[in-house]
T-cell receptor, first 114, second 114 residues
Framework: AQSVTQLDSHVSVSEGTPVLLRCNYSSSYSPSLFWYVQHPNKGLQLLLKYTSAATLVKGINGFEAEFKKSETSFHLTKPSAHMSDAAEYFCVVSDVAGRRALTFGSGTRLQVQP | DAGVIQSPRHEVTEMGQEVTLRCKPISGHDYLFWYRQTMMRGLELLIYFNNNVPIDDSGMPEDRFSAKMPNASFSTLKIQPSEPRDSAVYFC????????????FGPGTRLTVT
C-alpha cells in the first residue's frame, strides 16, 4: 500500500523567510508525487508534480520540491514566504500502478506572519 | 477552459432528506473522481469512473451513497437518506489518460446535514 506522512500539521513563518513543509512517502511502486494547495473555502490547486523525471521539481509561485528516494521524502520549499502563501498544503502520492486514484496526506497549514 | 464545475456550492438539508451533488468534468477528461473532506478523516476517495464506468467504489461509505455518470460530461453523487455525519465538503476531480495522475479539482460542495 502507499501512503504519505506530512510531518507537521501546522507551520508558521514570517513573511520573507524560507518555507519548508515536510513529507515522507511509502510506495511499493515508483510513485508519482504531488503537492496541492488549498486556500480557505477553495478547491485544490496543483502546485507541482514529480513523475520520475528530474528529481528537483519547480512549481508555481516560486515553490519547489526535491524527490529523495533514499530518504523517501518529497519536501516542499520556497525561499521567501509571501502573505498570499497562507493556505493548507497537501502532499499526495499516486495510487498503485494502473489505478489512477490519489492518496492524500493529512495536510499542513501554513501561516505567514507579517 | 471552464475547469471542473460543481453544483450546488453549498447545501443545507435535514436528516433523512435526499441530497444530490453534481459535477461536470473538464471536456476531454475520461477519468472522474469523487472525494470527501472532513476534519476527522481528511481527504478520502469515494469512487472513480473511467469512460463513464465505475472502476472503484470501495471508498463509498454505505449503501446510502450512490454515484452515476450517465455521460462523459456529467456525474452525480447521491445520499439517501442523509445523516448529520455526512456533513463534509465533497470534491469532484477529473483527469485524462495522457496526464500521469495529475487531477483537476472543482471548487467543492459544502454539505451540512442538520
Amino acid at each position: 500500500a502507499q501512503s504519505v506522512t506530512q510531518l507537521d500539521s501546522h507551520v508558521s513563518v514570517s513573511e520573507g523567510t524560507p518555507v519548508l513543509l515536510r513529507c515522507n512517502y511509502s510506495s511499493s511502486y515508483s510513485p508519482s508525487l504531488f503537492w496541492y494547495v488549498q486556500h480557505p473555502n477553495k478547491g485544490l490547486q496543483l502546485l507541482l508534480k514529480y513523475t520520475s523525471a528530474a528529481t528537483l521539481v519547480k512549481g508555481i509561485n516560486g515553490f519547489e520540491a526535491e524527490f529523495k528516494k533514499s530518504e523517501t521524502s518529497f519536501h516542499l520549499t520556497k525561499p521567501s514566504a509571501h502573505m498570499s502563501d497562507a493556505a493548507e498544503y497537501f502532499c499526495v502520492v499516486s495510487d498503485v500502478a494502473g489505478r489512477r486514484a490519489l492518496t492524500f496526506g493529512s495536510g499542513t497549514r501554513l501561516q505567514v506572519q507579517p | 477552459d471552464a475547469g471542473v464545475i460543481q453544483s450546488p456550492r453549498h447545501e443545507v438539508t435535514e436528516m433523512g432528506q435526499e441530497v444530490t451533488l453534481r459535477c461536470k468534468p473538464i471536456s476531454g477528461h475520461d477519468y472522474l473522481f469523487w472525494y470527501r473532506q472532513t476534519m476527522m478523516r481528511g481527504l478520502e476517495l469515494l469512487i472513480y469512473f473511467n469512460n463513464n464506468v465505475p472502476i472503484d467504489d470501495s471508498g463509498m461509505p454505505e449503501d446510502r451513497f450512490s454515484a452515476k455518470m450517465p455521460n462523459a460530461s456529467f456525474s452525480t453523487l447521491k445520499i439517501q437518506p442523509s445523516e448529520p455525519r455526512d456533513s463534509a465538503v465533497y470534491f469532484c476531480a477529473s483527469t485524462t489518460g495522457t496526464l500521469r495522475y495529475e487531477q483537476y479539482f472543482g471548487p467543492g460542495t459544502r454539505l451540512t446535514v442538520t
